[in-house]
């Protein structure tokens, strides 16, 4: 028996069997043709080019009626991978050029692009370089002559793989589970295996050369592990702790439709977190009561060219009558010059963090933003929408901004385009310089959110996905908790909105300190809603105040570890 640690993606707890699949193709073949087989083998790409795009809109058109919403986006996403020159293109002319086989020239482009994307500092961009890498492989499979591999399963397992592409997890319908080595929380991977509800444990490392098939394995999606070859205590615990989490999870559903408020009758406003406009029906399921946070880049990446304002505002439309009257926030994109759109060919930057990314690539990039901001106002005619401004730190950043918008909205009224006058715009907190300043910030805005992923990297000077330093990424440091209740604290005195939107959002042991700190507006992944609900009904926002007051006077890591241990512990029992 051994156990192997990850990314949890949530699910609970699962036990089955292991199936280990060949996600990957690890030996690709490589040799050099001779200069007149060139176009013979340019043709053999583009063959196999067609075969895949034929295998994804073949399994496109077949998703089951139960399938996510995500799915198809998904499938979309690595088509597009197909037509992006940066990829075909480039590995025509690794042929034509090096005289290289076809299954060399795809993979070594896969490869050099998948490199230019690790080194993004952004998570959730970084990620997407495994997209081109799962579209290769797929490729090469093509060209080997084998078409998508037989993944079908009958039996119900726990699939065990180094990576997975999204095309071949819808086909793993009996899956219990996903133990995969790569990937992280953002990734494809990440997002399908939520909206599938299915447990999923990511960023393993070895688990597909450690498992076995028919190993017996208990995979925790929420705790991030995966248990090998269990002994029968071990087995019998987990039996237990699955029973548990099945009954806690059907009696978290019986709060779906309670309003979420505090003891003392505070409202507390709980919003979802969204990647993709198909998400947002999800979410009003779940229980959210508005989109806290629409991250729009999904729109933007791996495809050739950016996308028009029609197409936008398709899918911010989507997105606002998926949430049905109930309120949609709306990012405008976090990417810039030195996180730069695979459409527009990334560079390396001497410190991509601290980069012209967010609003200053949308400030020196007016056209690409104006797009985004039309497209944005034109989609409000259908349902309340509010623009969210990402990594604002400067004042005249947010008078060109607002200038901007101004200057869309005239565009739009010269075309007679009907759109939201009233729109709400805001922005995110996420720097300290803003956190330090939110007064300037609510004076020109109509809300603020703070995300507290980057405010905390770039408080604490922590990048969370470097390994050997990410144990040093600490959300209940002090100066990061001073810098949240010092933003709630200007919000409040000027009548203005604060949500929270980052990951403390979903932290239920964080619900009752930022309760404590006056926070009324959580958005998070929708999977965390209702727990964080449960937390929000036994709490007490008028006694956690004075307690959190004191919390926060403590520069002491431990003494506030301490505090805050008392202040969970302080909760009553849940009733339900």
């Given amino acids: 028996m051994f156990s192997l ?26 040799y050099r043709v001779q200069p007149a087989q060139a176009w013979s083998e340019v043709e053999r790409l583009e063959v196999a080019i067609a075969v895949v795009k034929s295998e994804l809109r073949e399994l496109a058109e077949h998703l089951p009626e139960d399938a996510p919403a995500e799915a198809r986006a998904l499938l979309d996403v690595h088509a597009m991978i197909l037509d992006d020159p940066a990829l075909s293109e480039a590995a025509r002319a690794a042929i034509r050029e090096h005289l290289w086989n076809a299954e060399w020239a795809i993979s070594a482009q896969a490869g050099h692009l998948a490199a230019q994307f690790a080194e993004l500092e952004d998570e959730y961009l970084s990620e997407r370089g495994r997209d081109v890498e799962q579209v290769a492989d797929r490729v090469i499979r093509a060209l ?9 399963a009958s039996e119900p397992a726990i699939f065990v793989a180094e990576d997975i592409a999204p095309a071949d997890m819808l086909s793993l319908r009996s899956a219990l589970g996903f133990a995969i080595d790569l990937g992280g929380a953002t990734s494809h991977m990440a997002i399908l295996a939520r909206s599938m509800n299915v447990p999923a444990v990511l960023g393993l490392g070895s688990a597909g050369q450690l498992i076995r098939d028919d190993d017996w394995l208990i995979l925790d999606g929420d705790a991030g592990i995966v248990v ?73 990446l791996n495809r050739r060219e950016l996308p028009g304002e029609d197409e936008q505002y398709e899918a911010y439309r989507e997105a606002v009558l998926g949430m049905k009257g109930r309120p949609v926030t709306i990012r405008t994109i976090d990417v810039g010059a030195d996180k730069e759109l695979p459409s527009e060919h990334p560079g390396a930057a001497p410190n991509p963090a601290l980069g012209r990314r967010a609003i200053r690539y949308c400030l020196a990039a007016p056209a690409v933003f104006l797009t985004q901001l039309r497209a944005i106002l034109r989609a409000s005619v259908h349902g309340p929408v509010r623009l969210l401004i990402p990594m ?59 995300g507290t992923n980057d405010l905390i990297q770039y408080t604490l000077a922590i990048d969370r996905a470097d390994h050997e330093v990410a144990a040093l990424y600490d959300p209940f440091h002090p100066a990061v908790l001073r810098l949240v209740a010092m933003t709630i604290r200007a919000g409040r005195k000027a009548g203005k909105p604060v949500a929270v939107c980052g990951e403390m959002a979903g932290d239920w042991a964080a619900t009752r300190l930022l309760l404590g700190m006056g926070l009324t507006q959580f958005s998070m992944h929708q999977a965390s809603l209702l727990r964080v609900k449960q937390e929000i009904l036994r709490a007490d926002a008028s006694k956690l105040a004075p307690k959190v007051s004191r919390l926060l006077a403590s520069d002491e890591p431990v003494r506030v570890r301490s505090m805050l241990a008392k202040l969970r512990s302080d909760a009553p029992a849940a009733t339900i």
């Fill in 144 to 152: 080997s002559g084998s078409r998508a591999r037989g993944m079908q």
């Fill in 5 to 30: 640690h990850g990314t949890g993606i949530g699910g609970g707890i699962v036990i089955g069997r292991a199936r280990v699949v060949e996600s990957r193709q690890r030996d690709v073949v490589r």
């Fill in 392 to 450: 604002l730190a400067h004042g005249h950043e947010i008078e060109q901004a607002l200038q901007l918008i101004d200057q869309a909205r005239a565009q739009l009224a010269e075309r007679g385009i009907p759109f939201d006058r009233g729109m709400q715009v805001g922005g995110m907190v996420e720097v300290p310089a803003a956190a330090l300043t939110a007064g300037l910030f609510v004076r020109r805005l109509d809300f603020l959110s703070i």
């Fill in 228 to 300: 090998v070859a269990p002994d029968e205590a071990v087995l019998a615990e987990y039996r237990h702790r699955q029973a548990e989490g099945q009954l806690e999870r059907e009696r978290l559903r019986r709060l779906i439709r309670v309003p979420a408020a505090t003891l003392d009758g505070q409202p507390i406003q709980l919003h979802a977190n969204i990647e993709l406009p198909g998400e947002a029906a999800q979410a009003l399921e779940a229980g959210a009561e508005g989109v806290g946070l629409f991250r729009s880049e999904f729109l933007f």
